[in-house]
């Protein structure tokens, strides 16, 4: 494959590459605010209460 036919195919692509592109934004811009509403409401390991006690699950 010589320099020019890879130029070739690669321009062929772009048209695909760039719909693909806005496809992800528009996508991201769809589920952005869900998304950021579901993971601001898990809580973190810091927010959980932690069982301590004398033993451990593997010396148990």
Same mark, same amino acid.
């Given at each position: 494959?010589?320099?020019? %036919? ?5 321009? %062929?692509?772009?048209?695909? @590459? =760039?719909?693909? &592109?806005?496809?992800?934004? &528009?996508? *991201?811009?769809?589920?952005? $605010? ?5 993971? $601001?409401?898990?809580?973190?390991? #810091? @927010? #959980? =209460?932690? &069982?301590?006690? #004398? =033993?451990?699950?593997? @010396? *148990?």
């Amino acid at each position: 494959m010589t320099l020019g %036919q890879f130029m070739l195919l690669l321009g %062929q692509g772009l048209p695909f @590459d =760039a719909v693909h &592109a806005l496809g992800n934004v &528009a996508f *991201a811009v769809w589920t952005g $605010s869900m998304l950021h509403r579901f993971l $601001s409401g898990l809580t973190t390991l #810091e @927010d #959980e =209460a932690v &069982a301590t006690g #004398e =033993a451990h699950g593997v @010396d *148990a």
